[in-house]
């Protein structure tokens, strides 16, 4: 009877975790296709909920449309076919926790054309913000290709109602409230 019952739990288990991980796999899809093209508002519904709350919806949204297009520039996502990679999920604290990373090269045109000195200025600064060293000006098209490896983490807690919600760990803005509103031991035990 009891190797029945550990069983069935463990059945259950299994289950309930492969759900859980097919529910992501559809969140992550779902984010990074609204960020492909610029669908603000179900980026914004698929972001951790505190952060919408800490920064205002209409200030989010505004800075979404803002770091992506500007009077400086316009920055695109690259048509790539994403191959998520998920860290395992760490349960930490009544939150499930999961690192998901994956190539996510973008451009940036920029409508003043910049000489080399600007260009090399604009490098070190687009190195800086999307955590690369892999930028590339092609003074042609006055752009920057920027090779990246994004990362989201993705949390499913009580705020979230049990659903996937992602931190975007490219938005600087995130990642401070995401290192101000989690200890050096939840970074530490997702790798970070």
């Not at 097919?22 to 609204?34: N, S």
């Not at 191959?83 to 926790?97: D, E, G, H």
């Not at 990362?151 to 931190?167: H, L, V």
């Amino acid at each position: 009877m009891k190797s029945k019952l550990f069983f069935i739990l463990v059945l259950l288990s299994t289950v309930s975790f492969a759900q859980s991980l097919d529910q992501l796999k559809t969140a992550t899809k779902k984010i990074y296709d609204a960020n492909y093209t610029m669908d603000f508002e179900t980026v914004a519904q698929l972001t951790y909920p505190p952060i919408v709350t800490a920064i205002g919806k209409d200030k989010f949204l505004e800075k979404l449309d803002t770091d992506y297009q500007n009077e400086a520039f316009r920055m695109r996502l690259e048509l790539v076919t994403p191959a998520f990679m998920y860290a395992p999920i760490k349960k930490i604290a009544n939150r499930s926790f999961v690192v998901v990373s994956y190539k996510n090269p973008v451009r940036y045109f920029f409508e003043t054309k910049l000489n080399a000195a600007l260009a090399a200025e604009k490098v070190s600064e687009l190195r800086k913000s999307n955590q690369t060293q892999d930028v590339t000006f092609e003074p042609k098209r006055n752009s920057f290709n920027v090779r990246r490896t994004s990362k989201f983490i993705a949390i499913s807690d009580e705020t979230t109602g049990g659903d996937w919600r992602f931190y975007n760990l490219d938005d600087v803005v995130q990642r401070q409230l995401f290192d101000t509103t989690f200890d050096a031991a939840v970074k530490k035990e997702l790798g970070l």
